[in-house]
């Protein structure tokens, strides 16, 4: 039972680092306007125009190199780094990433379907033929893996900062500006605290089933920091959501940081080789 939920979990992270940059407006300014920050900092008046800064200079890099961090109840501590394109329905990662007590697992998304390539002690989890190395994973599929995917398929877009600013803009509130220096960089740190109920009232918060995972975990406000660089580039998020059956119960809240570095690199990410890959 473990292992699968270290499975299900894993592949959960994997496809909350996949973003879909493009689709995405927010309403503001994408100036400095607003009062508080330190000297030479662009000032902000709200979440929605922190969100049109950080679009407006997102918009043009097509590409990032991640790292995830997420602390997720009954399955540990999971560990990822990779590379994130952002091409609206092409959008595309590829990740390794570690599972506690397991090893790790490989991951590529490429035209909304998943191949895993999954560590020998959870062999036979993924139902693909032991002869392939990876497996295929359509997720809107029917098999049990499949299923037990549904729950974090549509979390695929968290890690874009955009799409993750757009749904706190109006329910968000700015705590705290300052300056800070991260892992050798400058940075411009924004702490908000989120009101939940105002989320789902004027967002939705995403599915019925993301919504009444929130009512029934009693989560009143959510916290929500992101760090910026001298260009106005996200480097680190750190956040807390609620996720329902992410292992195999009820609701989890799920604490979630993300760091990103090399905005507009080439990536070059492609399926397997298909003589690799079986299905699931």
């Given at each position: 039972?473990?292992s699968?939920?270290?499975?299900v979990?894993?592949?959960?992270?994997a496809?909350?680092?996949?973003?879909?940059?493009?689709?995405?407006?927010?309403s503001?300014?994408?100036g400095?306007?607003?009062?508080?920050?330190?000297?030479?900092?662009?000032?902000?008046?709200?979440?929605?125009?922190?969100?049109?800064?950080v679009?407006?200079n997102?918009?043009?890099?097509?590409?990032?190199h991640?790292?995830?961090?997420?602390?997720?109840?009954?399955?540990?501590?999971?560990?990822a780094?990779g590379?994130?394109?952002?091409?609206?329905?092409q959008?595309?990662e590829q990740?390794?990433?570690?599972?506690?007590?397991?090893?790790?697992?490989q991951?590529?998304?490429?035209?909304k379907?998943?191949?895993?390539?999954?560590?020998?002690?959870?062999?036979?989890?993924?139902g693909?033929p032991s002869?392939?190395?990876?497996?295929k994973?359509?997720?809107?599929?029917?098999s049990?893996?499949?299923?037990?995917?549904?729950?974090?398929?549509?979390l695929?877009?968290q890690?874009d900062?955009t799409?993750?600013?757009?749904q706190?803009?109006?329910?968000?509130t700015?705590?705290?500006?300052?300056?800070?220096?991260?892992?050798?960089?400058?940075?411009?740190?924004?702490?908000?605290?989120?009101d939940?109920?105002?989320m789902?009232a004027?967002?939705?918060a995403?599915?019925a089933?993301?919504?009444?995972?929130?009512?029934?975990?009693?989560?009143?406000?959510?916290?929500?920091?992101?760090?910026?660089?001298?260009?106005?580039?996200?480097?680190?998020?750190?956040?807390t959501?609620?996720?329902?059956?992410?292992?195999?119960?009820?609701?989890?809240?799920?604490?979630?940081?993300?760091?990103?570095?090399?905005w507009g690199?080439?990536?070059?990410?492609?399926?397997?080789?298909?003589?690799?890959v079986g299905?699931?």
């Amino acid at each position: 039972m473990r292992s699968r939920t270290l499975l299900v979990a894993g592949i959960g992270a994997a496809l909350i680092t996949l973003a879909g940059c493009g689709g995405t407006n927010i309403s503001g300014s994408a100036g400095p306007q607003g009062a508080g920050g330190a000297p030479g900092v662009p000032r902000i008046a709200s979440v929605a125009d922190l969100g049109a800064l950080v679009q407006h200079n997102a918009s043009g890099k097509t590409a990032a190199h991640i790292q995830l961090a997420m602390t997720i109840p009954g399955a540990g501590a999971i560990t990822a780094a990779g590379d994130m394109k952002f091409a609206g329905a092409q959008s595309a990662e590829q990740m390794t990433m570690t599972l506690p007590g397991m090893g790790d697992m490989q991951t590529v998304m490429v035209d909304k379907v998943v191949y895993l390539k999954i560590p020998s002690s959870l062999a036979g989890l993924a139902g693909g033929p032991s002869a392939k190395p990876w497996t295929k994973i359509d997720l809107t599929g029917s098999s049990a893996l499949a299923k037990s995917l549904g729950s974090t398929a549509n979390l695929a877009d968290q890690a874009d900062p955009t799409q993750l600013i757009n749904q706190i803009a109006k329910s968000g509130t700015i705590t705290s500006v300052r300056s800070e220096t991260l892992n050798g960089v400058a940075t411009t740190h924004y702490a908000i605290t989120v009101d939940v109920q105002k989320m789902i009232a004027t967002t939705g918060a995403g599915s019925a089933a993301e919504q009444q995972a929130l009512s029934g975990l009693g989560v009143k406000t959510l916290p929500f920091d992101i760090w910026v660089n001298s260009d106005n580039l996200p480097v680190k998020i750190t956040t807390t959501i609620a996720v329902p059956g992410m292992t195999g119960g009820g609701a989890s809240q799920v604490a979630m940081t993300v760091t990103y570095s090399n905005w507009g690199e080439s990536v070059n990410i492609q399926a397997p080789p298909a003589d690799q890959v079986g299905s699931n």
